[in-house]
C-alpha cells in the first residue's frame, strides 16, 4: 500500500468518544486512499463522521485505531506538538467560517502560519504577498477581515492554506457562509490551484453543488464509507448548468469496508 | 518560533483592548507606587535617625550611675549590649553608688591605655524653681546642665556665637551660661549676638551669657536646643546641690569619647574595669553603673528603621499581590474570549510552548509595565511627599528598592500568568475551533 504518490493512505480508521454513558461510533473501520494531485469531497448528512474524518486526515485530532499515513509518514498516534507540526508544514485549512484573525491585516493572517514555521519576515512577506496574488487579492493584503467581503475573506484563508506550500488543503465546507456568486468564485479559485499548482484538495461538505466540481465523491454514512465515486466531467466553476454525470465506482485503489 | 515574534503578538494583543490593559496594569501600578513610597519612607526615617545619632557622637559611651535594673539612665538599653545583661544575671545586686568627680580622675589616669580622647561629666540640676528670664522674657522647661569644656569637643558643640565654658570657668565656679539656641531665641530674638554679655537669671540668680550654641534641628533624646550650659562646679554647688559621696562631688552622667569606633568595645570593658575597681565591687557584684554604648544604639536604630521599612514594604506588597491577582484574572478572561484564536492558532501550526509563551508574554508585558510606570509614580510620591508632611524629613529612593519592585512584578506576572497560558496551550484545537 506504500505507493510513492499517494498523499493520504488510512487504513480501518476507528473514533469512538465516550458521551457519557453511550459510547459512540463515529468512524467504524475506514479506508481511503488519495493520490497526489487529486481533487476530491466527502460527503454525507451530518452525524456521518465526516467531520471526524477530516479531523483526523487534517491531523486535528488522532484515531483510537488505525494506520494512517500521510506522504508515507505514520501520524497516526504522534503526541500533540507533532501534530502541530505536520500541520504548519503539510496541511492547509480552510473553513466554513473563514476561522482568520480578527483585527488583524490579510497578510498577517497569510503570515501566521510561517511564523511558527519559523521562516524570517522578509521571506514571510514575500510568500504571503504571491500567495494573496494567486486568490486575486494582491490589491488589499492590508485589510483587516471586518473590510472585506464574506468571498474576499474565504480568499485569504485559501491564500493561508497553500502559503506553506502544504501536501492537502482541507476545506470544510469552505462554501457554506458564502452567496452564490462567491461560492462560484471559491470553487473556480480552488480547481484553478487543483489543475496548475498540482495541489491535494479535499473538500468535506453536504453540499451536493460543491462535490459536483470534484472528480472523486466519497460518501459517509454511520461512519462508514458507502460509496466511492469518479466524475468523469466535473462541472466547472463558472458553468451554470449542471454537466451531464458520467457515474461508476471508482475501484482500484480504494477498499470500501462495511464494519460493525 | 523566535522570543521577539511572541513579544510582537502579545503586545498587539494587549493594544487591541487598550482599556482593559491599562486598568489592569493601574493594579500594578499601584501596587509598585506603594511599595517604593512605602520603602523610601522607611530608609528616610534610617537616614535621619542615623544623622541623629551620629550627630550626637558615634565614637561615644555615656555612663550613668545604677546597675542595669535600676533606675538606669538613659534612653532603654540597647541590644547590642544584652550579652553583657546576661552574663550578670546571676551576680548579686549591691546598692549602687553614685558618680562622682574622682570617678572621673580615675577614667583620666586610664584615659591612655582605653583610647579614651574625651571625658566629660556633667551634672543635670534638677530643683530649678521656675525658668530662665531675660527682662520680661522667660524660657520653660529648660535643661540647666553643668558641664566641663571636654563636653563640646564630646558632644560637637561649638557656639554658634561667643565661647563655651573654659576650664577657668570651671575651676573659679564663675556664674557664666552658654545658651541652646531655642533658649537664646526665646530671650533675645534671633539676633544671637545680641545675647552676648547680657545677664539672665536662673534660680533667682545672674548668668552671664557668654556663648550661643547652633541650632541642632530636633534631634536626639530631649531637645538640645531647649538647653542652658553652666560650669559643672557652678551647677554643683551653686545652683544645685549635688551633695558629696566619699568627699567628692556626684556628677550626673560621663560621657567618655573613644578614639575609633573599632575601640569602643574594648574602651567600654576599660572603663567598666576602672570603675569596678573604684567603686570595690567584686566578682560577685553586678555593676552598679550603666555604660550606653552609641554604636550599639546606632545599631539598634537600624534595626529599628529596617524592621519598620519590612513593615510597610510588606503592607505595600500585598496591594501588589492584588494587583497580581487582577492579571490573572483579566488572564482567565482573555484565554476564554480568545480561544477561537487559539484554535486558529493551533491549527496552523502553533506548538504548546507556542501558544504558553505568548499568553506567559503578555501577563508578564501587563506587569513589567505597570511595574515600570509603578516605580515612576512611586518616585514622585516619594519625592513630593517630605514637601507635604513636615514631620517626615526625607525619604530616600533606593536602588534595591527598584530591583525588588522590577523583580517582584515579573515574577507576579510569571506566577498569574502561568495558570492562564496553561490552559490557553492546553486548549485542544478541534474544540477550540468550534468555540463560539
Known amino acids: 500500500m506504500m505507493s510513492e504518490n499517494l498523499v493520504v493512505n488510512a487504513e480501518d480508521l476507528v473514533k469512538t468518544y465516550q458521551m457519557g454513558e453511550v459510547k459512540v461510533h463515529a468512524l467504524r473501520k475506514v479506508s481511503l486512499q488519495v493520490k497526489q494531485g487529486e481533487l476530491l469531497s466527502i460527503m454525507g448528512p451530518s452525524g456521518s463522521g465526516k467531520s471526524t474524518l477530516m479531523n483526523i486526515l487534517g491531523c486535528l485530532d488522532q484515531p483510537t485505531s488505525g494506520q494512517y499515513y500521510l506522504e508515507g509518514t505514520d501520524v497516526a498516534q504522534l503526541a500533540d506538538n507533532k501534530l502541530s ?4 508544514k503539510r496541511i492547509g485549512f480552510v473553513f466554513q467560517s473563514f476561522n482568520l484573525l480578527p483585527r488583524t491585516s490579510a497578510i498577517a493572517n497569510v503570515e501566521l502560519p510561517m511564523i511558527y514555521m519559523g521562516i524570517n519576515r522578509g521571506e514571510r512577506r514575500r510568500r504571503a504577498v ?28 485559501i491564500a493561508r492554506a497553500l502559503v506553506t506550500d502544504p501536501a492537502i488543503i482541507m476545506a470544510d465546507e469552505p462554501t457554506g457562509n458564502l452567496d452564490s456568486k462567491s461560492s462560484v468564485e471559491i470553487m473556480g479559485i480552488f480547481q484553478h490551484l487543483n489543475e496548475e499548482q498540482g495541489i491535494t484538495i479535499i473538500f468535506v461538505t453536504h453540499e451536493p453543488d460543491i462535490a459536483e466540481h470534484t472528480r472523486r465523491v466519497i460518501r459517509l454514512a454511520d461512519g462508514q464509507i458507502v460509496e466511492d465515486k469518479t466524475i468523469a466531467n466535473p462541472r466547472r466553476a463558472g458553468v451554470t448548468e449542471a454537466t451531464p454525470l458520467e457515474g461508476g465506482v471508482h475501484q482500484p485503489s480504494l477498499a470500501v469496508q462495511g464494519a460493525a | 518560533m523566535q522570543l521577539w515574534e511572541s513579544i ?36 528616610g526615617v534610617r537616614q535621619s535617625m542615623n544623622e541623629q545619632f551620629t550627630s550626637l557622637g558615634t565614637n561615644l559611651l555615656t555612663i550613668s550611675s545604677g546597675g542595669r535594673g535600676g533606675r538606669g539612665g538613659g534612653p532603654g538599653g540597647p541590644p547590642g549590649s544584652q550579652e553583657e545583661d546576661t552574663s550578670q544575671d546571676d551576680l ?24 579614651l580622647v574625651g571625658i566629660a561629666p556633667t551634672y543635670s540640676v534638677n530643683n530649678l524653681s521656675g525658668g530662665v528670664v531675660y527682662e520680661q522674657e522667660e524660657a520653660d522647661d529648660v535643661s540647666v546642665t553643668g558641664v566641663t569644656p571636654d563636653y563640646a569637643i564630646v558632644r560637637n558643640m561649638t557656639p ?22 531655642e533658649v537664646a531665641e526665646t530671650l533675645f530674638g534671633t539676633n544671637l549676638s545680641s545675647a552676648i554679655g547680657k545677664s539672665v537669671r536662673v534660680n533667682n540668680a545672674q548668668y552671664e551669657v557668654i556663648g550661643v550654641l547652633p541650632e541642632s534641628g530636633e534631634g536626639g533624646f530631649g531637645n538640645p536646643d531647649n538647653t542652658l550650659l553652666v560650669p559643672i562646679s557652678t551647677a554643683q554647688t551653686r545652683l544645685g546641690n549635688s551633695g558629696t559621696f566619699r568627699g567628692s562631688l556626684q556628677v550626673s552622667n560621663i560621657y567618655v569619647e573613644v578614639d575609633s569606633q573599632d575601640n569602643m568595645d574594648y574602651a567600654e570593658a576599660e572603663v567598666t574595669a576602672v570603675l569596678r575597681e573604684r567603686h570595690r565591687l567584686g566578682t560577685e557584684y553586678k555593676n552598679d553603673f550603666n555604660i550606653q554604648n552609641q554604636a550599639q544604639l546606632l545599631e539598634f536604630g537600624d534595626t529599628l528603621a529596617t524592621t519598620l521599612t519590612a513593615f510597610l514594604g510588606s503592607i505595600a506588597g500585598v496591594s501588589l499581590l492584588v494587583g497580581g491577582i487582577g492579571v490573572m484574572n483579566i488572564m482567565l478572561v482573555s484565554v476564554t474570549e480568545r480561544t477561537r484564536e487559539i484554535g486558529i492558532r493551533k491549527a496552523v501550526g502553533a506548538k504548546r510552548r507556542d501558544i504558553l509563551t505568548q499568553f506567559l508574554i503578555e501577563a508578564m508585558v501587563l506587569s513589567l509595565f505597570g511595574g515600570f510606570l509603578g516605580i515612576a509614580v512611586g518616585y514622585s510620591i516619594a519625592v513630593v511627599l517630605p514637601m507635604l508632611v513636615t514631620q517626615l524629613s526625607s525619604t530616600v529612593v533606593t536602588a534595591n528598592s527598584i530591583l525588588l519592585a522590577t ?7 510569571l506566577f498569574f500568568g502561568v495558570y492562564p497560558a496553561t490552559r490557553a496551550a492546553r486548549l485542544r484545537p478541534i474544540e477550540a475551533l468550534r468555540y463560539e
Open chain 2, 407 to 413: 523583580g517582584f512584578s515579573a515574577a507576579i506576572g
Open chain 2, 8 to 43: 510582537t503578538i502579545a503586545l498587539r494583543a494587549l493594544t487591541i483592548n487598550k482599556l482593559r490593559t491599562i486598568l489592569t496594569m493601574l493594579g500594578i501600578i499601584i501596587g509598585v507606587a506603594a511599595v517604593i513610597a512605602l520603602v523610601s519612607i522607611g530608609n
Open chain 2, 92 to 115: 548579686l545586686e549591691k546598692a549602687a553608688e553614685p558618680l562622682t568627680m574622682k570617678d572621673v580622675e580615675a577614667l583620666t589616669d586610664a584615659a591612655q591605655t582605653a583610647h
Open chain 2, 160 to 181: 554658634e556665637v561667643g565661647l563655651f565654658i573654659s576650664q577657668e570657668d570651671v575651676d573659679r565656679r564663675t556664674r557664666v551660661a552658654v545658651l541652646g539656641y
Open chain 1, 85 to 88: 507540526q505536520i500541520r504548519g
Open chain 1, 130 to 157: 504571491t500567495a494573496l496574488e494567486m486568490v486575486g487579492l494582491g490589491g488589499r493584503i492590508h485589510h483587516k477581515p471586518n473590510e472585506l467581503s464574506g468571498g474576499q475573506q474565504q480568499r485569504v484563508a
